[in-house]
Each structure stands twice: as structure tokens, then as C-alpha cells.
């Protein structure tokens, strides 16, 4: 690349281009002629560069760099004194084989307008063409998702998210583990937490998560998560934490004895995400707060030590995190309790009536769907705020057979709660049925399971070691000695 750094007059340069020029064109000013040089150096193809040679040649500072300035627009005279540039060496060489002629400004959203680094060459763009299509068509979005393996797993963590990955392991660069350092932030039991650990990994295999698809791994085997928490710990602001309902309302039935962890918490599950640099992430309706918080703490890094601030100290320059997006599933995204219409199905409900784990033997989701509360209304509906109950069986029922709304309400819309609670019973043993087959046989082989985890930990461990070095570089941090 090259470019101009003195002003120069087209009426002073001798050369078979300017004979070609207009007139007005030749003896146009400094004030014009110099956003003209900008605006070759910042050209995307070297094209107009190489086709202005001729009346370029006799100009006396023409320069090598490496660095420029885009320029983001120029003037209707510079428009127009381009083109006739580009007509007058076109004319004059009879054309450059090959190469394009496109306009010197790049146009708006361009790469090197968006700060991205110096556009490439018109000619190695052409070149490949085809090859720089496929590959930029076989770029898959990157998700993070993952499940506490405290308790139970049930049928909410299965309808609410589990089921929903299935599908998106063949469509992006999926990243699945069983968050146990989340596991910690309320009293657990100390004996179980290893073993909730496998139970939870056997069940994302179970319920159709492929270790050829997908990244499925233990949270605590990958130490990033714990080091980038605090590194996000200290950049955040106090009052953005204080703000989390869920904490609100955890340390309000806690009271004193809540631990600090509870707090702090939706910055390990913001560390989680960004490691990975994910584009989209599964939540449910009670976690998008969760998820605007990482969003806000890395928008706050990227513009506190990224961009042109870390370029400068000798870093890579650029964003430190990309900023996920959020992905609510249509429908199940919330699976509430079966004793409260209103309340969330949970792991930390007392009673156990309350939800459906996904290993419940078949009498016992039978009983649990026989004893679940209903209403006192004649028939099923769905969208009615006053059969939070109804709605919620409904849905569940919608999910498990595969059927839509409309074939859902044509079906059941006459029933009795008497006849609907069945059909909903066997309707949840017939779907969970292959799963806790494939269960029974995962966990009967504890070298496979170890084996699953063992490489998806060490693939997630390269992906979130890549960014937690850059984000210490982007803080300031010394780098470790090479060994």
C-alpha cells in the first residue's frame, strides 16, 4: 500500500492521465485534492492505486505503511475528480487484467470503517472468492449453557433447557457443562456433590447431547471460571449486583447466614459465558436479568481497557469480550411448580411433590400428576390468567407429546381435570422412558462418562485459557515467564 504525504496539484504533474482530466478538474485546489490522497491511501483495493501510477509517477513523497486512517465519506468534487482518475488511467494503461476498479472509499459497515484493521486487496479478494464464501457459511454462533447439579434434575431443567439443545448442537458450537461452583452458593451436602456432578453429566447424554456435537464438561475442571470471576468482580460496580431480584429474594429467606458467593454469583455465571465468546445463550424468562448483567459488565470492559487503549500498550487491541445475546425457547421456558401455578418448578421447593424429577420411576410421576393442584373450572384453555395451573399442565403436555397449541386445546378443551390428569401422566412416562434407559446405560460405564468429560474439559480449558491471557494482557497484567 501506498500513500501520499505531501498535497499535490493534478495541473503539476506531467503525465498522459491529467491530458485526459477536465479542465476544471486539473486546476482544482489543495482543499480537494488532499481528501483525494486520503482517500487513496485508504482505498480497499489497490487497484485504483496500481491504475494511477502513470500520473502519480512524477509526484515526489510517495511513501510505504503499513497504518491508515479510513476515511468514512468524502464530497460530491472528490466524487467526481475519482472517477475521472480512475477513467483517465484506465484510458491511459488501457485497463489492469484482473483487477477491479471499485470506489476508494470503503462503504458503511466495512471493516476497515468498523476499526477492524486494513482491508485486504481487491485481487486476493477475487482470488477466492468461492473459498472465502463457504468458509464464511460453515461459521457456526457459539452457545453456553449448563445446569446445577445440586438436587434432583427435573423436568423443568429438562423442558427449559436440556430439550432445547438438542436441536442447537447441530446448528452451533456448543459449549454444555454442569455448573458445580454455582452448586456452592447456598449450604450443600459435601458427600453428594461429586456424584450429583455425574449424575447431571449422564443425564445431558441421556436426554440426546452428543460429545461429537457438543463440548460437555464439569465447571470446576476448567479453572478460567473461577480466575475471570474476579477479574469481572472487580470492575463491576457493587450497586449493578445489589440490583439481582434473585438474590433479593434467596437472601431474604437465608437471612443473616447468607454467604457472600449468593451475591456475587451472577458475575461467575457472566464469566461462564464470556470465556467462551458466545454469541447467544438459552435462558428463561427469570435468568434474562442475569444475562443483561453480563452484557453490561462486558461492554463496560471492551470500553474500559479494549480497543485503541489496549492496542496502545502493546496488546491485540479489539474487544476483550463479545457481547452475547440472549435465546428464549418459545415455548417451556419456564416450567412451574405442580403444588403453585405461580411459582417456578425448583430443586429447592420442600416439598418434592412439587416437580417431576427426570429419574422418577413411572408410579411416582403417575401420583405426582394425580395429586397436582388444579382449579375449579369446567374444562382446558390455554392464555387464561386465572388458571395459572391449567396453563402450566397444558404446556407441559404441548412439549411432551411434540403437538402444537391449537391440536393441544382441540384435543383436551372438553376434558375434566379427571380425565386430562391421565392422559398427562402417561403422556410424561412415555417421553422420559428412553431417557432413563440411555441413563441406565451411560452410567454402567464410568470410563466412557470419565472419558466425555476428560476431553471436553480440555477443549473448553483452550478456548477460555486463549481468553482469560488476553483479558489479564487487557488489564495490565505481567505476563508469566515461557517455560
Known amino acids: 500500500m501506498i500513500a501520499l504525504r505531501t498535497p499535490f496539484r493534478l495541473g503539476a504533474i506531467q503525465s498522459p492521465a491529467t491530458s485526459l482530466l477536465p479542465a476544471s478538474v486539473a486546476s482544482t485546489s489543495p482543499r480537494i485534492l488532499n481528501p483525494v490522497a486520503r482517500l487513496l491511501r485508504s482505498s480497499h483495493d489497490q487497484s485504483l492505486l496500481l491504475a494511477s501510477r502513470p500520473f502519480l509517477s512524477s509526484t515526489p513523497s510517495i511513501t510505504p505503511v503499513t497504518r491508515h486512517r479510513p476515511l468514512t465519506g468524502k464530497s460530491d468534487g472528490c466524487r467526481t475528480l475519482c472517477s475521472s482518475i480512475r477513467a483517465a488511467a ?19 459497515g466495512d471493516a476497515s470503517v468498523a476499526g477492524k484493521g486494513t482491508a485486504e486487496p481487491t485481487v486476493a479478494a477475487e482470488a477466492s472468492g468461492s473459498e472465502a464464501s463457504e468458509g464464511k457459511a460453515a461459521v457456526r454462533k457459539r452457545l453456553v449453557s449448563g445446569v446445577q447439579p445440586t438436587g434432583s434434575i427435573h423436568l423443568g431443567n429438562y423442558l427449559g433447557a436440556i430439550k432445547n439443545w438438542i ?5 452451533c458450537d456448543t459449549f454444555l457443562f454442569v ?6 452458593t447456598l449450604p450443600h451436602d459435601v458427600a453428594d456433590l461429586s456424584q450429583a456432578s455425574r449424575t447431571a453429566a449422564a443425564i445431558y447424554l441421556a436426554c440426546g447431547v452428543d460429545p461429537a456435537k457438543a463440548t460437555v464438561f464439569v465447571q470446576s475442571h476448567v479453572r478460567a471460571h473461577a480466575e475471570l470471576t474476579w477479574l469481572l468482580s472487580c470492575t463491576t460496580p457493587i450497586s449493578w ?14 437471612g443473616e447466614d447468607v454467604g457472600s458467593g449468593l451475591l456475587t454469583y451472577p458475575l461467575l455465571m457472566a464469566a461462564d459465558i464470556l470465556l467462551y465468546q458466545c454469541d447467544v445463550v438459552p435462558v428463561g424468562e427469570d435468568q434474562r436479568q442475569h444475562l443483561e448483567l453480563t452484557r453490561d ?3 463496560r470492559i471492551n470500553n474500559l481497557y479494549g480497543g485503541r487503549k489496549w492496542k496502545k500498550r502493546g496488546g491485540r487491541g479489539g474487544r476483550v469480550f463479545k457481547v452475547p445475546e440472549a435465546m428464549i425457547p418459545p415455548a417451556g421456558a419456564r416450567i412451574m411448580s405442580l403444588t403453585d401455578g405461580t411459582a417456578k418448578m425448583s430443586k429447592s421447593a420442600l416439598s418434592d411433590m412439587s416437580r417431576i424429577n427426570l429419574l422418577d420411576p413411572p408410579d411416582v410421576i403417575a401420583n405426582k400428576v394425580k395429586r397436582c393442584k388444579t382449579d375449579s373450572f369446567t374444562g382446558m384453555e390455554f392464555g387464561n390468567p386465572e388458571r395459572p395451573e391449567c396453563q402450566n399442565l397444558m404446556s407441559i403436555y404441548q412439549i411432551v407429546t411434540g403437538k402444537s397449541k391449537e391440536e393441544v386445546q382441540q384435543e383436551v378443551e372438553p376434558l375434566s381435570w379427571g380425565q386430562f390428569k391421565p392422559l398427562l401422566a402417561d403422556a410424561l412416562v412415555a417421553h422420559l422412558e428412553p431417557i432413563q434407559k440411555r441413563y441406565k446405560e451411560v452410567t454402567a460405564d464410568a470410563a466412557y462418562l470419565d472419558g466425555v468429560l476428560a476431553e471436553g474439559a480440555a477443549r473448553a480449558s483452550e478456548i477460555a485459557d486463549r481468553t482469560l491471557r488476553d483479558t489479564y494482557d487487557a488489564l495490565g497484567f505481567m505476563a508469566p515467564p515461557r517455560r
Do not use: C
Open 90 to 108: 484506465s484510458s491511459a494503461e488501457g485497463g489492469i487484467s484482473g483487477v477491479s476498479v471499485a470506489e476508494a472509499a470503503p462503504a458503511k
Open 179 to 184: 455448573v458445580d461452583l454455582h452448586a456452592i
Open 241 to 254: 449486583l445489589n440490583k439481582m431480584i434473585q438474590f433479593k429474594e434467596k437472601a431474604r429467606k437465608a
Open 297 to 299: 459488565v462486558a461492554a
Open 167 to 171: 436441536p442447537l448442537q447441530d446448528e
